[in-house]
């Protein structure tokens, strides 16, 4: 820089980040908390299989990452038995109560710059508060983990970690204060979670020297006991859904006892989706990620990578993302999502887990927006998702709010087999850009031949619609001058936040054992070996 240059681009962080590889033979757990990773790996080392480290690190996690998942949330599973070509999805996704009403969703008229570029709705009733939930299915999906793919370790087993730090509490470290802050303006809206998250009416601020100490979640703590006390049914048939109904009544939700009767995970064959030498992902399917990312395995799949990713796979990775995206939008129901929408922090959590044996999860759950709904359930300390903003408000739009109905999302967890079984499983965080993150993790580790290591800390562009593409600064000069060529080229740093790429975490097989790695800009995260 001159003196009299222009100021270059803002630097908001000066330093390098790194985050260590697990490695280990008796299995691991790779989580966006370290605390919930330990949980998971406590099971592993009392005897449980991968689905039931699964379990115990997803219950952790509404402990601690509320801002991200939790007993009000949705999500997608994959098991993959050791030894078998193909995984079984674990769909509790999201789905409208019944009593859904496109007409509590009136529109003003202007178009709403957020997650998704919909109408703006009166009271963005459809982003915070009780007309923003789906029927919560989170607690249906990992009881059905346990019952359908674990080992026989009871509910209460597989709880126990997570009641222990529920009775501890959050972390009132810096982190938690950005996540907080960083919602502050609608939590304060609602009596329960502002007294949770907001005592004094602002977001708890560690001290400034020494520890950061806990503070308690309302009452999820006792949630968490009478579940593994009565079993995970109990939210949906027991007192714990008595307390939700009964605050349903009081805020004016829309989820009927019906709703929470009727809420199941299903288990059904994963997509499969060729890979080149001989390699098999198993993906999702439906309304997921999962046919977009085989659109562009499938585009990819015409190219000869190389020996690295240089200027012209980054080229033909960005095209083919562009034009995944323009048939996703088109062809799968929701034909304005993300169409023009500005960066906005999602909530949503990955976990991947493997055990001695070889069985692989991938997990991934939501509550959509950061807090969800931002509403916390007074008699159970639930805090519910906004999944209602899935929808296109506009009715008789192809992803309409509509009774029952599923929308279109964006989760995409992920594993791969060769023809001895599963070798690798993982997905991210990050809502639309989670395609792009899953896709350069496992080219950089299958195409490229990196270790975990390499390919978690390797720059990553991101694609998330049909025009455009934002790249990682630290890409080499010849890289973005080729993505810039193509035009609408935003190039941007890769920090704690703002957030401009996902968040994945992964874990493949390793000569006799396993290797995993978490998101690197992710300061709480961690993937731990079982010993």
Same mark, same amino acid.
């Given at each position: ?26 299995g691991?757990?790779?989580?966006q908390s ?10 592993l ?6 689905a039931?480290?699964a379990?115990?690190?997803a ?5 601690m990452e ?11 599973a ?10 079984e999805?674990?769909?509790?996704g999201p ?9 509590d969703?009136? #529109? ?10 919909w109408? @703006?709705?009166? +009271?963005?009733?459809n982003?915070?508060g009780?007309l ?6 989170s ?9 359908r793919?674990?080992? +026989?370790?009871?509910?209460a087993e597989?709880l126990?970690p997570a ?5 501890r ?28 998250y ?7 601020v560690?001290?400034?020297? +020494? ?15 009478r ?10 048939e027991?007192?714990v ?9 009081t805020?004016? +939700? ?12 299903v ?6 989706i060729?890979?080149r030498?001989?390699? $098999?992902?198993q993906g999702?399917g ?22 690295t990713?240089?200027?012209?796979w980054?080229s ?5 993302m562009?034009?995944?995206?323009? @048939? ?12 023009g929408?500005?960066?906005s ?14 069985? #692989?999860?991938a997990?991934?759950t939501t509550l959509?927006?950061s ?8 008699g159970?300390?639930?805090? #519910?998702?906004?999944g ?9 739009s ?8 599923r929308?279109l999302?964006? #989760?995409?967890p ?7 079984g ?5 997905g991210?965080?990050?809502?639309r ?12 580790s ?17 694609v ?6 934002t790249a990682?600064?630290r ?15 935003? $190039? ?16 493949r ?15 709480w995260?961690?993937?731990?070996a079982?010993?």
């Amino acid at each position: 820089m001159t003196l009299s240059a222009e100021p270059p681009v803002f630097t908001t962080q000066h330093w390098q980040v790194t985050k260590p590889v697990a490695r280990g033979q008796r299995g691991m757990v790779a989580s966006q908390s370290r605390a919930a990773a330990e949980a998971g790996v406590a099971v592993l080392e009392a005897g449980g299989n991968a689905a039931d480290a699964a379990v115990a690190t997803a219950f952790a996690l509404a402990a601690m990452e509320p801002w991200n998942s939790g007993l009000g949330g949705i999500g997608f599973a994959l098991f993959h038995k050791a030894g078998s070509p193909t995984a079984e999805l674990l769909d509790f996704g999201p789905v409208a109560p019944a009593a859904s009403d496109p007409a509590d969703y009136p #529109m003003t008229g202007r178009m709403k710059q957020d997650l998704f570029s919909w109408p @703006e709705v009166e +009271g963005d009733r459809n982003i915070h508060g009780p007309l923003s939930f789906v029927i919560p299915s989170s607690v249906a999906g990992y009881g059905t983990m346990a019952e359908r793919f674990g080992s +026989g370790m009871g509910i209460a087993e597989l709880l126990a970690p997570a009641v222990a730090l529920a009775r501890r509490g959050l972390p009132q470290d810096w982190y938690t204060t950005l996540k907080i802050a960083n919602s502050a303006k609608v939590l304060r809206l609602y009596p329960e979670s502002a007294r949770i998250y907001l005592p004094d009416g602002l977001p708890p601020v560690a001290p400034y020297q +020494g520890s950061p100490g806990f503070f308690r979640l309302g009452r999820l703590p006792e949630t968490l006991e009478r579940l593994a006390a009565a079993g995970w049914r109990d939210f949906y048939e027991g007192d714990v859904a008595a307390s939700i109904l009964a605050d349903m009544k009081t805020l004016g +939700g829309r989820i009927s006892e019906a709703d929470l009767k009727g809420c199941k995970a299903v288990v059904r064959p994963a997509l499969s989706i060729p890979w080149r030498g001989g390699l $098999t992902l198993q993906g999702a399917g439906g309304l997921t990620a999962a046919p977009t990312l085989a659109r562009v395995v499938a585009e990819m799949a015409k190219l000869d990578p190389g020996a690295t990713p240089d200027a012209a796979w980054f080229s033909a990775l960005a095209r083919a993302m562009r034009e995944a995206y323009a @048939e996703r939008l088109t062809g799968l129901g929701a034909g304005s999502e993300l169409v023009g929408a500005e960066p906005s922090e999602t909530c949503t959590t990955h976990l991947t887990v493997v055990d001695a044996e070889g069985n #692989m999860v991938a997990m991934t759950t939501t509550l959509l927006s950061s807090m969800g709904s931002r509403v916390v359930l007074p008699g159970s300390g639930v805090l #519910m998702n906004n999944g209602m903003m899935w929808f296109d408000p506009r009715p008789g739009s192809a992803n309409a709010i509509r009774p029952g109905a599923r929308p279109l999302c964006n #989760m995409c967890p992920v594993t791969v087999a060769d023809a001895s079984g599963p070798i690798l499983a993982g997905g991210a965080s990050g809502g639309r850009r989670i395609l792009a993150a899953v896709y350069q993790a496992l080219a950089f580790s299958l195409d490229f031949g990196m270790d975990p290591e390499a390919a978690a800390h390797h720059p990553r562009i991101d694609v998330s619609g049909s025009e455009g593409a934002t790249a990682d600064r630290r890409l080499p000069a010849d890289v973005l001058a080729a993505l810039q060529a193509q035009g609408g080229l935003t $190039t941007v740093e890769h920090a704690v936040l703002p957030v401009n790429f996902a968040c994945p975490n992964f874990i493949r097989k390793e000569g006799e054992g396993f290797a995993g790695v978490s998101d690197v800009m992710t300061p709480w995260s961690a993937a731990l070996a079982a010993h």
